[in-house]
């Protein structure tokens, strides 16, 4: 088409209504014309936009809940009913029959007639709080100890071999041979689960760092003499969010199943928790009509574990800043 030349005096404007001077700023042409971008908000985005991390997070509110508020709200006497024989090994049916509809009995009563549902939750903060710590104490001296092994070279030799030589002992043998020579207490469990637990994610992290040290930005650092611990806490690791947030997701729940394992073998801690549990109503599980004592810590156990893993695996990828798009 052929452009038409028209008579701006038609419109009865001024030149300076027609035409305006615009100064040219050389900031403000820097500046790029896009929606403002929030890494945290976005992940959040991303997570919630998936309606079963609604439904997995509903359940693990409900299970922090009463794991950790419950218990502060609710005395729980472990031997409330010891001399009751006829509180003892009760089915939740039985338990309410005999005590009256509540909360305490909708899972029976166990070998001292004590509430199941209580004993469950009391002993669910213990496990719970161990494989909280342990996972924060390793998480923290795993990932700060491999960003700079990966990056130092000089460190790389050292960890290596320490590395050889940590990482080939059985995890559970050294956690049960501690066990057998401090008592079995909740720190010296932490103890247990902590001196070499960082090891094998210092490794992992170590290996995540290699693979981007030798970008170009991390080169144009080092030239410009920036310490090797600046440049892995600040241009190495907050690059590998989703990478720690996914590890971590295994991390927490292995502890409470090594907790449980122990107590099952009998080497756990003396106090109520989910292994004791389960480990104490084994001879329950293969008597007619008290197998709900074993099955019941046991599958909560199985919940909280499941719950605590999916959650972190599915923040893990939401942290993936290529999901953000």
């Known amino acids: 088409m052929e452009n038409e030349l028209r008579d701006l005096s038609a419109y009865g404007l001024s030149d300076e209504e027609l035409f305006a001077h615009i100064d040219h700023n050389e900031l403000e042409s820097e500046k790029i014309t896009a929606p403002r971008y929030s890494y945290w908000r976005s992940v959040f985005r991303v997570f919630f936009r998936n309606k079963v991390n609604i439904f997995i997070l509903a359940v693990l509110f409900f299970i922090i809940i009463f794991t950790y508020l419950y218990p502060t709200l609710v005395e729980y006497d472990r031997f409330g009913n010891l001399m009751d024989p006829s509180a003892k090994h009760l089915t939740p049916q039985a338990a309410i029959e005999k005590f009256g509809f509540s909360i305490h009995w909708i899972f029976g009563t166990g070998a001292a007639g004590g509430s199941t549902f209580d004993a469950i939750w009391n002993g669910s903060r213990i496990s719970v709080s161990l494989a909280l710590i342990c996972a924060a104490i390793n998480m923290t001296i795993g990932v700060l100890l491999g960003a700079v092994w990966g ?175």
């Open 151 to 325: 990056f130092s070279k000089k460190f790389d030799l050292i960890m290596t071999e320490v590395y050889n030589i940590l990482g080939n002992i059985p995890y559970l043998l050294l956690i049960s041979v501690l066990m057998l020579i401090f008592s079995p207490t909740f720190w010296t469990m932490v103890l247990a689960f902590t001196v070499t637990g960082w090891i094998g994610i210092a490794y992992f992290i170590r290996t995540q760092v290699i693979i981007i040290r030798d970008r170009e930005y991390n080169l144009a650092s080092r030239c410009l003499g920036t310490p090797i611990t600046r440049i892995a806490t600040k241009n190495i690791l907050p690059f590998m969010t989703s990478v720690i947030v996914t590890y971590a997701a295994v991390e927490i729940p292995s502890y409470i199943s090594y907790e449980v394992f122990l107590s099952y073998i009998g080497m756990g801690l003396t106090e109520t928790t989910l292994g004791r549990m389960i480990y104490e109503a084994e001879s329950a599980m293969v008597t007619p009509g008290w197998g709900f004592e074993f099955w019941t810590p046991v599958a909560v156990a199985s919940i909280i574990t499941v719950t605590l893993y999916v959650t972190g695996q599915n923040l893990g990828d939401a942290s993936d800043p290529r999901t953000h798009m």
